[in-house]
């Protein structure tokens, strides 16, 4: 491969011998197309030579001591022309590391030290193989061509299209120009609009950018057209947009807030506030209701108005487009606030009453609701087992304030306590606690907590009630025989709120509720107690408690533990409260 006289044009050079008789080789004249496969039928281009062997002189590890004239990109050369690596003395080939063969299994240039080919066929002393095409001595790239080296590797630039087209060496001596795996060319995503140039080829024969360009060129001006018409609108909607999120960042930031302006239409709306509401929050809800106009406007106003953190969750009776300012001074204003508000050791009757006054409902129409459709208010499973029970909701109104206001109905608030009670009730876990008490069910322990809510006066009576009822419906109960004697109790059933019972009626009256004349709790709650009195009665005291009285017929409760320490107890309260 190596035999066409040199590098200079693969001549050889005046005064030199050539490896092959010493003369330049001349070929007949054949198409130009490539051709790949056989040996001598078209060669690689000599775009990428120097690449080549390199590698084929790394992968045989061996150093070259005789440089054939000047150096080729630092590739050196024995000087007889012949590849040290390839043709050994004794004409033998030698196992190569790495070496890729074509498909057909024969190695392109195996040779023996007298030329003759090693799969039994002869070369003429000194011959050549045939080119595809003559060898133009002034053409350096077809004699490159012609000396390629075999099929060894492929011609990736003998076809019409291979972009870039390959570049002459250049002289003896020179460098090569450093080579980039890039071309911002117009087949690279370059627009020929900003590449420059014409349709015309270049001076290399239009093999270059040039042919190429001209052969699309009205497409591509068609193209690159329609490609800065895309920029201009991108570009354009690019401006508009910044402009206008400009404008609503400077207004955000340094301009006034939308508002309303005066008190409000005729026209009135009711807001719920839920607990835990911001003024981001409430601010929201009052614009989605047509009240206030921005919920900046609201913020500012509420943070401008000294008790604007006071508004509290429930239900507002507001008007439509109010200014901001009056909306807070309205919600500020407690005849605005259309809310119920069930108090501990409240009965359920008189939470009916609350709800009817707040909806505009005649007198006893949420009581019925109550009583048609508790079933689907959310009550927990473990409530109403007993048939005596008067209220299936008794003790589920969990104390708080609730929204109540013209428009809503009845169940929708009943529906939000007993929701309450049911998650706090959870939470306690009263299965497992009613049974380390000795209860039969979570039912009794929230009627035990409604029994001390309703005797005890003070949070510090609480724990002690709760010890008394617990000592009082033991079995070994020996002072009242599992009696409770509440007359809590008989007033519930009674719907009354009476200290002064006479022993006659109380004691003949045997209503399941009466516990001066049944064993053991009422059926069910007397009434809703609160947080304090819940945990008191899952705490009790262990003291010994067992009667109490309040002394002054009003918050001062004393506890005894014998029946003897209650006389005196009763006698205190006889003296305080005749008159």
């Not at 130009?32 to 030579?49: L, M």
């Not at 009240?291 to 507001?318: E, H, P, R, T």
């Not at 809503?408 to 009670?421: F, H």
């Not at 109790?489 to 049944?518: A, C, Q, V």
Request: aromatic fraction near 10%.
């Amino acid at each position: 491969m190596y035999g066409d006289g040199g590098w200079e044009g693969q001549q050889a050079q005046q005064g030199q011998q050539s490896p092959y008789g010493g003369q330049p080789q001349h070929y007949p004249e054949q198409p130009s197309q490539p051709q790949y496969g056989d040996w001598g039928d078209g060669g690689q281009s000599a775009y990428g030579q120097d690449q080549q062997y390199q590698q084929y002189g790394q992968q045989q590890g061996q150093h070259h001591e005789q440089p054939y004239g000047q150096s080729y990109d630092q590739q050196q050369y024995p000087a007889d022309g012949q590849h040290q690596h390839q043709y050994p003395a004794d004409g033998q080939q030698q196992p190569q590391q790495h070496q890729q063969y074509p498909a057909d299994g024969q190695h392109p240039q195996q040779y023996g030290a007298e030329g003759e080919r090693q799969d039994g066929g002869e070369w003429g002393t000194g011959g050549h193989p045939q080119a595809p095409y003559a060898v133009d001595p002034t053409d350096p790239y077809a004699a490159q061509a012609a000396a390629g080296y075999g099929a060894e590797q492929p011609d990736l630039y003998g076809t019409p299209d291979a972009y870039p087209p390959p570049e002459p060496p250049g002289r003896r001596g020179e460098p090569k120009p450093p080579q980039t795996d890039w071309d911002p060319g117009p087949d690279q995503g370059e627009s020929a609009f900003f590449a420059g140039g014409g349709e015309e080829g270049t001076a290399d024969g239009g093999r270059g950018r040039g042919d190429r360009r001209g052969r699309g060129g009205k497409d591509r001006k068609r193209r690159n057209g329609l490609a800065c018409l895309v920029v201009v609108v991108v570009l354009g909607g690019a401006v508009g947009g910044v402009g206008y999120f400009g404008y609503q960042f400077y207004q955000n930031r340094f301009g006034e807030a939308p508002d309303y302006a005066g008190d409000g239409t005729d026209e009135t709306v009711t807001v719920h506030v839920p607990k835990g509401a911001g003024g981001f929050e409430i601010g929201r809800l009052l614009k989605d209701a047509g009240v206030v106009k921005s919920v900046d406007a609201f913020v500012a106003a509420q943070q401008q108005n000294a008790g604007g953190k006071n508004i509290q969750a429930g239900a507002y009776l507001l008007k439509k487009r109010m200014s901001a300012q009056s909306a807070v001074a309205m919600m500020l204003d407690p005849k605005s606030q259309n809310n119920v508000m069930v108090t501990p050791g409240q009965r359920n009757i008189q939470v009916y009453k609350a709800i009817d006054a707040k909806l505009g409902l005649s007198s006893g129409t949420t009581r019925k609701v109550a009583e048609e459709k508790y079933e689907s208010l959310g009550l927990p499973s473990w409530a109403n087992d007993d048939s005596d029970i008067k209220d299936p909701l008794e003790g589920f109104l969990y104390p708080g304030t609730y929204p109540a206001a013209k428009g809503m109905k009845p169940e929708a608030v009943l529906r939000e306590m007993v929701t309450q009670a049911t998650a706090k009730y959870n939470a306690y876990d009263l299965d497992a606690k009613a049974e380390a008490l000795n209860l039969d069910n979570p039912l009794e322990l929230v009627t035990v907590a409604s029994l001390v809510q309703a005797e005890g006066k003070t949070d510090d009576d609480f724990r002690k009630m709760a010890e008394v009822v617990y000592n009082r419906l033991k079995p070994t109960n020996t002072e009242t025989n599992q009696l409770l004697q509440f007359d809590s109790t008989f007033n519930y059933l009674k719907n009354e709120s009476n200290i002064h019972i006479g022993e006659t009626e109380i004691n003949s009256n045997k209503d399941p509720y009466n516990t001066y004349t049944n064993k053991g709790l009422p059926p069910g709650p007397i009434g809703n107690p609160g947080e304090d009195a819940l945990k008191a009665a899952l705490n009790p005291t262990s003291e010994g408690w067992i009667y109490f009285v309040a002394t002054d017929g009003l918050s001062k409760t004393e506890f005894a533990k014998t029946y003897a320490e209650f006389e005196k107890l009763v006698d205190k309260f006889n003296a305080n409260t005749d008159h």
